[in-house]
């Protein structure tokens, strides 16, 4: 049974074998067929094709010896190779005519544009100083032929990657032709603006510099102003001398369109950027008069709220004053009169003048603040000795504190001890007191500031 059984089995591969060479050989027919009726869309891949399709002949004439020797199963193997081959074979044959296709009806039309290109290129006098369009366009060429050998060979990966650098390489050209196309219309475009803009801020700056010099006559200038004008001149006589060149070097048809169109948007960002500094500096300039009839101003009403100040403390009669606030006050009053003094001067240093106005703004503020905080502790100091003249005599410890706090009040013009001492006293007597007379004192205040 087993031997019958694998008989069977045998004749029945044989039988499905046969079935299965019918099918390839129609194939294969049918392979030829179209080979030889197209043969002219192969171009030199027809010879690499015709040896596949004899090796394909090979094949079948090995399962026949191999049929006819009985072993089916290796007979089997065959067939399996010899439809993966006609696979291949297959997908070989519909795409040689596409790549083909695709070299002559893209890439090398593409070439003779180049070429044409950069020949009416070369009639209007492009220049290309970086690369060579004629040695690029040979190595595509080259590139070109070697993708059309891996076609004859059928080695179509490798023909797609060479078709791809073909593709990638085109491209390049295309782009540097283009760039140069677009840089002339730039230049074109902008000549006329980049000379005007060049001549526009040379004449700023002659006009910076006699203001730098009519300014100086009055002021002592310390940034390094005529430096500085002096610098944007020689900046500017650089660029000049550029754009010079570049116009004669275009005359001459010496220099690519793209170099000239880089160097005029660098000269116009040069450009720019000295006329914001001409401006700036000009400003600066104009400041400094500006800052002059501040100061003076300022003086004014610094002398003013001296006065107000003396008048105010000559208000309240006391009986003296600190030795730190009088110190404060006079040296203020010195320091206004010395700023008058460098005011008066023939050329004024405004940035000595600014910090020393400087330091008088901040003596006057805190003099201000420290005429209010006398008058207001001397005022409550006389509030809380009134307000604790009622518990003189029942509290024996608030006439100490009256006694020690008029001391320090009418002898050493300590007036916030003075208040510290009396109304510390007051508060062990009656909690709560200080903050009354506090706020009697300030609501009083307040109304005569508002009426």
Known sequence: DKIYSALQKLLDSEKQNRAELDLLQERYA??????L???????????????????????????NTLTNEGDHLEAKEVLGRIENEMK?????????????????????????????GYARMVEEHYQFSKISIP?????????????????????????????DKVAREIDQLYDVMEAEIEAREFVYRNKAQVEKRLNQVLQSNRYVNIEVDRVSQNYILSNNEFVRVQEFAEQLEKEQEAVQYYSKAMENHQVPYSVVKEHYELVLDKLNSID?????????????????????????VFELDLRNMKRTIEKYHLPGLPKEYLELFFATSNRIEQLWQKMNRVKLD?????????VIEEDVEKLDIFTEQIVDNAQLTEYMIQHANRYRLSHPEIETAIGRALDLFNHTFKYDESLQIIESALEQVEPGAGNRV??????????SLFF
């Open 30 to 35: 049918s392979m030829r067929k179209d080979l």
């Open 37 to 63: 009726a197209h043969s002219f869309s192969f171009g030199e891949a027809l010879e690499t094709l015709e040896k596949r399709l004899a090796y394909l002949e090979l094949d079948f004439a090995k399962f």
């Open 88 to 116: 291949e074979f297959e997908s070989i044959v519909e795409q040689v005519p596409q790549f083909l296709k695709e070299i002559e009806t893209e890439y090398n039309e593409q070439v003779e544009d180049l070429k044409q």
């Open 135 to 163: 040695e690029e366009i040979e190595k595509i060429e080259k590139t070109i032929e070697v993708a059309r050998g891996h076609i004859a060979a059928t080695e179509l990966e490798e023909a797609r990657q060479q078709l």
């Open 276 to 300: 914001e500094d001409q401006t700036d500096l000009v400003n600066t300039l104009s400041d400094l008069r500006s800052q002059e009839k501040a100061i003076r101003d300022g003086l004014d």
């Open 350 to 358: 405004m940035t000595e003048i600014n910090a020393a106005n400087n």
């Open 438 to 447: 506090r706020q009697n004192y300030q609501s009083e205040k307040n109304n």
